[in-house]
């Protein structure tokens, strides 16, 4: 390829000299010869022969050139589409990731990876309380050291045959063990690499289930695994001695924080056009923002959700208060069963709107559809008092059992949010498309609006378009984001992509 290269630009060179020397010998010759004609024609020929060459090679070229710039824009037509690729695929795997650690944060059964030398090489954050140790003292360590000589003892031989002959094995725990702060069953789960080898194994503890049987002598003591593992997340995890009294004091200096996810209009004529669902963080040192999967629990177990829930009511509306434009969407806010059996909430809710002088239908309360399926009079006449106010409400979870078909006539509320398993299985299960028709035409006949969750991409909103679905939600349509930073036209581009 570098003689060729060379080579093209010597004959280039070597042609223009042929050229220039025919067109001195052209002039020598009419000055020795006194314009004998012979020899004028003859070098005259010449030289145009190499002006043709030359002519021929300059055209060769600029098809080259246009060929390989042809050639360039295909490629970087090429290149940006595989960036566009890899932009979603980043966003996929950022989605992935964040449910991975959601789930690592939220998972009551602790979970760790060892290889094949027996080396720690993941833990999730319950096994991490169930050895009382820091992330430090486990990463990277021999499980035996992690374990204690107690607990290693009835452990040790079913993981060596784990990884030695890739055979499941299942331990049972007694109460009071090293690392077992009530029964329990450690499952040892061997993985495969490559058929025929193992990159290790899982270890699984899991919580013995209320009423299971256990082998004589291992009964668990009575139910206070959820106290157990309350008080184990407030004194490791969070560093609080008093979870209740730390919660008060959080609600009491504003340390949570709201965030708001889009629900987007799949029509141009569906109203309202712009909903909000809002989310809670909580702030902590050094402005670290803690997952409502960790400290929501505890709220729910202190018994201070209504007064979550009246601190998100009271700071929305404050904020919403602020600008005019604010004041076009729909905030959707997710109430507790705790809040749904106060009866003062309602009335709350009437007094915050009509002290700043707001309509009510800036607010629609979601109701989760389990509790409505078994305690339908407490959760209708939530729906009827909030409305009487003014503010709309939604039935979450929407398409989950039977009984949803059965109740959502007895429940007067605006919006049906459609399970979200349905939608994630929508694209290969002709069943769940059946049902979502359903819900879709029973919303219909009923006057009501749905709203899809966990929308993950354009095929799946494309999809919904097509089914009748009156709204969006989900990473496909946006991520959450602090409520300061939210703007109505956020995000009209992913709609506009899968006109």
């Known amino acids: 390829m570098r003689y060729k290269a060379v080579f093209r630009s010597v004959s280039n060179l070597i042609a223009a000299a042929a050229a220039l020397a025919m067109l001195a010998l052209l002039l020598a010759t009419i000055y020795f010869t006194w314009f004998e004609l012979q020899w004028t024609a003859f070098f005259a020929g010449l030289l145009a022969a190499a002006v043709i ?47 991975v650690r959601h789930l690592d944060e939220s998972l009551p059964a602790g979970v760790a990876f060892i290889d094949t030398e027996g080396i720690v090489r993941y833990h999730n954050r319950a096994f991490r309380l169930s050895q009382g140790l820091t992330a430090d003292r486990i990463d990277g360590r021999p499980l035996a050291d992690v374990m204690g000589a107690a607990a290693w003892g009835r452990l040790g031989e079913p993981v060596t045959g784990a990884l030695a002959l890739g055979k499941h094995a ?49 009964e668990p003591p009575p139910p206070q695994g959820r106290t157990i593992y309350a008080n184990t997340l407030n004194e490791t995890i969070m560093n609080w001695d008093h979870a209740a009294t730390r919660l008060r004091q959080a609600l009491d200096r504003d340390e949570f924080c709201l965030y708001g996810q889009r629900i987007r209009a799949l029509e141009p004529t569906a109203a ?22 960790t400290f929501l629990p505890l709220v729910e177990e202190h018994g201070l959700m209504p007064e979550m ?39 709350y809710v009437r007094d915050q709107l009509a002290t700043r002088g707001l309509l009510g239908s800036l607010l629609c309360f979601e109701v989760p559809e389990p509790e409505a399926a078994t305690g339908l009079v ?59 028709k359903a819900i879709v035409r029973i919303a219909r006949e009923t006057r009501r609006r749905t709203i899809a969750e966990c929308v993950e991409d354009t095929e799946t909103i494309s999809r919904l378009r097509r089914l009748g679905v009156d709204y969006a939600q989900g990473f496909g349509i946006g991520r959450p984001e602090p409520l300061e930073s939210e703007a109505p036209e956020r995000s009209e581009h992913v709609l506009a992509a899968v006109d």
């Open 378 to 436: 407490p959760i209708r006449g939530f729906v009827e008092r909030v409305r009487a106010a003014g503010c709309l409400s939604a039935l979450c979870g929407f398409g989950r059992t039977l009984e949803s078909f059965d109740q959502v006539a007895a429940l007067p509320v605006d919006f049906l949010k459609v399970d979200a398993g349905i939608v994630l299985r929508l694209a290969t299960s002709p069943v769940d498309q059946a049902k979502l």
């Open 272 to 293: 309202p056009r712009h909903m909000l669902e809002l989310l809670v963080r909580l702030r902590e040192e050094e402005d670290q923002l803690i997952p409502p999967g």
């Open 53 to 99: 060459s030359i002519v021929s090679r300059v055209s060769h070229s600029e098809w080259l050139l246009a060929r390989r710039s042809a050639q360039v824009s295909q490629l970087r037509s090429k290149l940006n589409a595989e960036q566009v690729l890899r932009k979603r695929s980043d966003d996929q795997l950022a989605c992935v990731r964040a449910n």
């Open 170 to 218: 299942s331990v049972v725990r007694a109460a009071g063990e090293a690392g077992a702060d009530c029964a329990c069953t450690v499952h040892v789960v061997p993985l495969e690499s490559v058929p025929g080898g193992l990159a290790g194994a899982y270890l699984l503890q899991v919580e013995a289930m209320a009423g299971a049987e256990l082998p004589k002598g291992l």
């Open 309 to 347: 829930d009246r601190w998100v009511v009271r700071h929305l509306l404050d904020w919403a208060q602020r600008a005019p434009s604010r004041l076009e969407t729909v905030y959707s806010i997710n109430v507790a069963p705790a809040t749904i059996a106060d009866g003062t909430f309602p009335d």
